[in-house]
């Protein structure tokens, strides 16, 4: 089993990765969605009793999460025609060389915290810090508005798996808040990325600032 | 105890019922509770001061730390019975004042927050909780806040409402710190209150700044001058007659946690007490305003009672009983007077504004012939707080005055304090005697300055008649001495080291049935001269002429002494503190078209204390501004860098 749990970690760094290193929105999108659903096979893998109710709750998560969300994302972006991100803050080969960085930051923090015994995989929690931060780079490195929605995903999913990797027993409960949050997040920002769409022409974040006092 | 939760239920249900949801018939309602509600617990502070019982009520109140836990003793009720008295006639006040009010649901706002406001300083006083306490006193603050905002729409009004919310805010903010040091040994009950060693200085610091801010003792006054002018006039009487003492019962409370005190406490009191009665006379005697006027008499009475107050705890430090009883029953009596008549003569300047138009002092004149009630409860209340016999406020000067004299004759340390206590208090009187001669004599007497002031006719009943009232309690507190000190010995037990409850004032007994004998000749002896001049004016022409006409052949209103010159020869003689503002155009040539003058004095501390900190605050937050550059991307950079500066400083 910990072979498996390990393989699923390296898959989740390799999206991790493509997010950094893509350009196009839909291939960014279809990543958020994949790892949502590598995320929704791991408690599977840690968690062997599998009732009918933490079954039904994984999957509706899932659901929100892999086809939901990407497809008001993916909504979004059609209606307001844009198709890549261009001139990002921080280059896509910068951003590369920058997630290996926070690869190893995630690494180095997860040797030293004091984490229980019973954990799956001591690479989960690497894991884990790792996809908080792609998240938050994300957000900080990219102009466009529907980039920093699929950044704070990304973040929501490396917490999701910060909680399995510690596989506590209900670890659905603290998620399904989360997934409450990030739910209002992406439908306000949908509809506000619209919003500012139809106004000024464009959904550039950076040059918003006018809009301070 | 079934008094006192019967008046905080009236009060409950006149706050909620005040709210307009009822047409303008049942308007009167918030008012007439409010009136209901403060009486009875003046009763309930009445019943346990006489009777000497005391009582714990501990409700079910779920919150961590608190506990809806209230109590009675002499304190307590001493600060409960001005509360609920003056509150009640103020509320007859207000409702008169408001009649005429043309926007009613804004009034009825008011008697929301009023009802509100009386229940939490009931709260305050009676909570034995900490958190209890905190929240009832920021719920006062509040209240009054809104209290003060009644003619919003007034620049000047905003303006004072800010000051009075940040010196409020920046008073509690001393306040919670001080609550966490008492709390050091347990919890946030008043009887668990154990300060850890050492930490007692500290927490009376505290308390003396957080409690001072509200009582306004100098330099912490500067909301009072603004706040009280802006408010409705029956606000303002409550406010400055008993919401301000609050501020007093909070250091008097937090004393009985302290054990025995220190002398520097004792002195840091006198010497700002002093300072606060000086200053505050002599910037009130430099004011145009009536209501500011009366603001600044505030700040000077707060200064008497911390003058007592610094004797009690002195006389307590050098183990003189006397001084310490005289001290503590000195202060706690000016509590009770300064409510009566400070919350008259603000109900006297309301009356005057309402029929003038105007608090300008310059702009009045004449008006005792117009509004004779008023003018008497007036002239009443500037005696009493000018300290003269027999009115009350003799009676509290008086006790703290034995206080001095007595420290000067027992010598050693206590020597400088008596010293400090004689001198100031002589000349904090002396100027008060000359500030309300200007008040009194330019607003009620001479020829009135302006049109509306001509105009001017008497209040309606609710409001003469609470005035009416205040001014007989004046009278009869003033006589009345000797039996007074059964009332003020309970609450002054509380604050001695070895609690011996009745007989405290023995010792002044005959002192004090002396100055209800002079009194009492005093009043025979005026009324029969007062009939003797009848008595030889009968049967001859009485001719009414122009007061100060002074042989003129056309004299005019404006010939008259104005309160700015009337008060110059003093402002000249302390313009050091005062730093009086002139602007003169003097008159040119032989023939001269037109001259003016023109004074005004700022507030010393406000203009060279508060605006240069307040100034150099915000100039360091605007350094930080390059921080905000207004991009979502930065903000979440800032949120990320702290995370990982967290995780490292956590991990390694």
Not at chain 2, 193 to 203: E, K, N, Q
Not at chain 2, 244 to 251: A, E, F, L, R
Not at chain 2, 602 to 627: C, H, I, M, N, Q
Request: proline content about 4%.
């Amino acid at each position: 089993m910990a072979n498996m749990t390990d393989t699923l970690a390296i898959l989740l760094i390799l999206t991790n990765f493509r997010l950094l290193g893509s350009s196009r929105l839909w291939s960014c999108i279809q990543t958020v969605a994949i790892q949502a659903v590598l995320l929704g096979l791991l408690p599977l893998l840690t968690n062997p009793e599998l009732t009918l109710r933490v079954g039904m709750i994984l999957a509706g998560m899932t659901f929100i999460k892999a086809v939901v969300l990407p497809w008001l994302v993916r909504r979004s972006a059609r209606e307001v025609q844009v198709k890549r991100e261009i001139e990002p803050m921080v280059g896509f080969t910068v951003s590369l060389l920058v997630g290996v960085g926070l690869l190893a930051v995630g690494v180095a923090a997860s040797r030293r915290m004091a984490l229980p015994s019973q954990l799956s995989s001591p690479l989960l929690v690497a894991v884990a810090v790792f996809t908080i931060l792609t998240g938050l780079f994300l957000i900080v490195a990219r102009k466009k508005a529907i980039t920093q929605v699929l950044g704070y995903l990304v973040m929501e999913n490396g917490i999701y798996s910060f909680g399995m990797a510690y596989a506590v027993q209900e670890p659905f409960l603290v998620e399904m808040g989360i997934l409450l949050d990030v739910w209002a997040a992406v439908f306000v920002m949908g509809i506000a990325i619209h919003h500012i769409h139809s106004a000024y022409d464009h959904i550039d974040t950076d040059r918003l600032s006018a809009l301070k006092e | 105890m079934f008094l006192y939760v019967a008046s905080l239920l009236a009060l409950a249900a006149g706050a909620a019922l005040s709210i307009p949801l009822f047409s303008g018939r049942w308007r009167w309602l918030g008012c007439a509770l409010a009136v209901v509600g403060s009486g009875l617990a003046s009763l309930a502070g009445l019943s346990s001061l006489v009777g000497g019982a005391g009582w714990d009520l501990v409700l079910p109140w779920s919150v961590p730390m608190g506990s809806l836990h209230l109590g009675m003793d002499g304190l307590t009720a001493l600060f409960v019975v001005p509360i609920g008295f003056i509150r009640a006639l103020a509320a007859v006040y207000g409702g008169g004042y408001f009649r005429k009010e043309p926007n009613f649901r804004r009034a009825s706002g008011s008697w929301f927050f009023y009802n509100l406001l009386v229940l939490s300083m009931l709260l305050a006083v009676g909570a034995r909780n900490g958190l209890l306490f905190l929240v009832s006193w920021e719920m006062m603050s509040l209240s009054s806040f809104f209290l003060v905002m009644f003619h919003r729409e007034r620049e000047d009004v905003g303006r004072a409402g800010l000051t009075y919310m940040v010196a409020m805010h920046l008073g509690t903010a001393f306040l919670l710190v001080m609550f966490l040091f008492l709390s050091a040994g347990g919890g946030m009950e008043f009887d668990s209150f154990a300060p850890a060693a050492g930490t007692a200085s500290v927490i009376f610091a505290l308390a003396v700044l957080g409690f001072g801010t509200k009582a306004g003792l100098i330099p912490m006054h500067v909301w009072l001058p603004e706040a009280h002018p802006a408010a409705p006039s029956h606000v303002s009487a409550v406010m400055s007659g008993v919401m301000i003492k609050t501020g007093i019962y909070g250091i008097l409370r937090v004393l009985t946690f302290l054990g025995t005190p220190l002398p520097w406490w004792g002195w840091s009191l006198l010497l700002v007490g002093a300072v606060s009665g000086v200053l505050g006379v002599l910037f009130a005697l430099a004011q145009h305003d009536l209501k500011r006027l009366l603001a600044y008499h505030s700040v000077e009475n707060i200064g008497i009672i911390a003058l007592g107050m610094g004797a009690g705890i002195l006389g307590v430090v050098y183990g003189s009983t006397p001084i310490a009883v005289l001290g503590f029953s000195g202060a706690l009596f000016h509590v009770v007077n300064h409510a009566i008549f400070k919350s008259l003569l603000f109900m006297g300047a309301g009356s005057v504004g309402r029929a003038a138009g105007t608090h300008q002092i310059d702009r009045l004149g004449g008006l005792l012939q117009r509004m004779p009630a008023t003018g008497s409860a007036f002239l009443t209340g500037s005696a009493a707080i000018c300290g003269l016999p027999p009115l009350n406020g003799f009676v509290s000067e008086f006790l703290i005055f034995s206080a001095g004299f007595l420290a000067v004759v027992s010598g050693g340390p206590l020597l400088p304090v008596g010293t400090v206590i004689i001198s100031s208090l002589a000349l904090i009187g002396g100027l008060a005697a000359a500030c309300f001669t200007k008040a009194f004599g330019i607003v009620f007497l001479g020829f009135p300055r302006s049109g509306d002031a001509a105009a001017a006719t008497e209040s309606n009943r609710a409001m003469v008649w609470p005035m009416v009232v205040l001014a007989a309690l004046c009278v009869t507190l003033g006589l009345a001495a000797p039996w007074v000190r059964f009332l003020l010995e309970p609450a002054v037990s509380v604050l001695l080291p070895d609690p011996s409850g009745a007989g405290l004032l023995g010792p002044v007994v005959a002192a004090l049935w002396g100055i209800s004998a002079v009194g009492a000749a005093l009043i025979i002896l005026t009324l029969a001269l007062f009939w003797l001049r009848d008595r030889v004016l009968a049967g001859r022409i009485v001719r009414v002429s122009e007061t100060w006409g002074c042989g003129y052949l056309a004299p005019t209103a404006r010939m008259q002494y104005t309160a700015s010159s009337f008060a110059q020869p003093t402002v000249n003689m302390f313009r050091m503190f005062l730093r009086p503002k002139q602007t003169v155009k003097e008159p040119d040539g032989l023939l001269p078209e037109s001259a003016s003058l023109h004074t005004h004095t700022d507030d010393l501390f406000r203009e060279r204390l508060y605006v240069p900190v307040f100034t150099g605050v915000k100039r360091a937050a605007s350094l930080l501004r390059w921080l905000h550059q207004g991009q979502t991307h930065f903000y979440v950079l800032y949120i990320a860098l702290t995370a990982l500066v967290l995780l490292t400083w956590r991990l390694w």
